[in-house]
């Protein structure tokens, strides 16, 4: 969900900027190992792909249907520092190119959909990869885990900020109830689609998945010899 | 026609081109002087404006009122159609609601508004948050349907946006029609082998396509970067068009904050 402008009043704003900003520019320095700035065609249909994802409106029920933030499966697919880029590119031509969510409000939605969503899902899915076997049931598993707790991460940064400076007269409890009643709905459609689609790429080309390259065995190519005996 | 290359990055500007580029989703093209300013001088005068339409007190309603007239007289300088911009406001719809149904549920003290009981606080935040998403959106419609993408990425340059970024959004403008066009040509086939997406069991099929659209994406991506090397490609894009910035456009783009910088100040006097 996109916040317009004056929801959030403008220190917290201007605050989430800057610790945005901040993120960005530690993304900058990191990814340059894995992404030198000649890489960028790459990040940029990932950022495409991203882009279509959040598209995809899934049914919920009762006619209401939710979109996807698709943090988490670009935090596992590229790896958290090509993420912050892919989230902050895909999040700032939403509001500078298709008037989705206020100017003012880009720090917020920045920090929100892309860094609290993408840091929590790149430190959990390290973690729980730690305790659990090496497998690629466990990558999906662990996949969707995320994915859910990235969704409620993002709302519970929009309830944290409304509590310093909502320009609106909800409780926080209620905002805190409805939000996250919300929010775990679509959280387990994210988590479903998140760990379905890692899955799905798992099975034709695990070596994309960033989250995956170091547990998953190296695949080296075997020629085998014809059991068929050709009789021409 | 869809070609797989890199050299739209590398095209001039010296022709006059008419109609949509690549990525202009919003953009209407029209010959106006809010058209003519650089997007880099729109870019800062739109951000300056909201932030002082969001630092203004709630209680000033004539201040709300002169800063949507002010933007109402940009849609026209721009020449763009009011059904149009209003339109495109439609995307405000939920927090619309957001801030209506806030009155109903605020804190004492309460009025009466034809009877039915409302909060005072409440009504008061409701129309902030009405009034000042509303001028955000039409500043931001105003911008997205004034600017080009290209020169959109070009401004940001200029003011110091990293390289990387500005080439990650180029090239994310420049392939979305390509992805989008993969994307629905998943669809048809889905549907041609009698398909439909109607509930939660069809997820699997979604998230099927959505992994395919994924491996698409990227191995597109590789085959273009291999692509823009064998064209020397070295990490860097050359523009050979630099839009020149003059005071003039800055002092003309200016006139906007600059004016809600004077509305706010007299409101928070006059408070």
Redesign the interface.
């Known amino acids: 969900?996109h916040m317009?402008?004056?929801?959030i009043?403008?220190p917290v704003?201007i605050g989430a900027a800057v610790i945005a900003a901040g993120a960005?520019t530690v993304g900058?320095k990191k990814?340059k190992g894995t992404?030198?700035?000649?890489?960028?065609?790459?990040?940029?249909?990932?950022?495409?792909?991203i882009?279509?994802?959040q598209m995809?409106n899934?049914?919920v029920a009762a006619g209401t249907s939710g979109h996807l933030m698709g943090g988490a499966l670009a935090s596992i697919?590229v790896g958290p520092y090509v993420a912050i880029?892919?989230m902050?590119?895909?999040v700032?031509?939403q509001?500078?190119?298709?008037?989705?969510g206020?100017?003012?409000?880009l720090g917020l939605n920045l920090l929100n959909m892309g860094i609290v969503s993408i840091v929590v899902s790149a430190l959990l899915f390290a973690g729980l990869m730690k305790l659990l076997p090496k497998t690629r049931t466990s990558i999906i598993g662990v996949s969707a885990t995320v994915a859910f707790i990235s969704v409620l991460a993002s709302a519970g940064a929009f309830v944290f900020e409304y509590s310093l400076g909502g320009?609106?007269?909800?409780n926080i409890a209620?905002v805190l109830i409805s939000v996250m009643s919300v929010h775990v709905l679509i959280g387990i459609?994210e988590a479903?689609?998140t760990?379905?689609?890692?899955?799905?790429?798992l099975?034709?080309?695990a070596d994309?998945v960033y989250g995956a390259r170091k547990f998953l065995p190296a695949q080296n190519l075997v020629i085998k010899a014809s059991v068929v005996q050709s009789n021409v | 026609m869809i070609i797989d290359s890199?050299r739209v990055v590398l095209a001039t500007k010296s022709e006059h081109v008419h109609g949509h580029g690549v990525?202009d989703?919003?953009y209407v093209h029209k010959h106006s002087i809010v058209h003519d300013l650089p997007a880099q001088v729109k870019?800062v005068a739109?951000?300056c404006f909201?932030?002082i339409?969001?630092?203004t007190p709630?209680h000033a309603v004539w201040a709300f009122a002169l800063y949507l007239t002010i933007i109402f007289v940009v849609v026209g300088l721009a020449k763009l159609h009011f059904p149009l911009v209003l339109r495109?406001m439609l995307?405000?719809i939920?927090?619309v609601i957001?801030?209506v149904l806030?009155p109903f549920?605020?804190?004492a003290p309460r009025i009466e508004v034809l009877g039915i009981s409302l909060?005072e606080?409440?009504l008061w935040?409701?129309f902030?948050?009405l009034?000042?998403?509303t001028?955000?959106?039409v500043?931001?419609?105003t911008?997205?349907a004034t600017t080009r993408?290209r020169d959109?990425l070009q401004g940001l340059e200029a003011i110091r946006v990293?390289?990387?970024?500005i080439?990650?959004?180029?090239?994310?403008?420049?392939?979305?029609a390509?992805?989008?066009n993969d994307?629905a040509r998943m669809k048809v086939a889905r549907e041609s082998r009698g398909f439909s997406?109607?509930?939660?069991k069809h997820?699997?099929v979604?998230?099927?396509s959505?992994?395919?659209?994924?491996?698409r994406?990227?191995e597109?991506?590789?085959r273009?970067?291999l692509a823009?090397?064998a064209r020397g490609?070295?990490?860097?894009i050359i523009d050979l068009y630099k839009p020149k910035v003059v005071r003039q456009d800055w002092l003309t783009a200016l006139v906007l904050p600059v004016l809600a910088i004077t509305i706010m100040t007299i409101a928070w006097v006059t408070l």
């Open positions: 969900m317009p402008d004056g929801l009043n403008a704003s960005i900058l990814s992404l030198d700035s000649q890489t960028a065609p790459l990040a940029g249909l990932v950022a495409v792909f882009f279509a994802f995809m899934f049914p697919l880029l892919v902050t590119v895909v700032s031509l509001a500078l190119v298709f008037a989705d206020g100017l003012s409000a320009n609106a007269t909800y209620s459609g479903i689609i760990g379905l689609t890692i899955g799905a790429i099975a034709t080309r994309l | 890199p990525g989703h919003l870019v739109a951000l909201i932030f339409v969001v630092l709630v495109r995307i405000e939920p927090f957001f801030a806030m549920f605020g804190s909060s606080a409440g935040a409701a902030g948050i009034a000042k998403g001028i955000g959106v500043t931001s419609i911008l997205a993408a959109l990293p390289a990387v970024l080439q990650i959004a180029t090239f994310m403008l420049r392939y979305s390509v992805v989008t994307l997406a109607t509930g939660i997820w699997k979604l998230a099927h959505a992994g395919a659209l994924f491996i994406s990227y597109r991506g590789e273009v970067h823009m090397l490609y070295n990490g860097t």
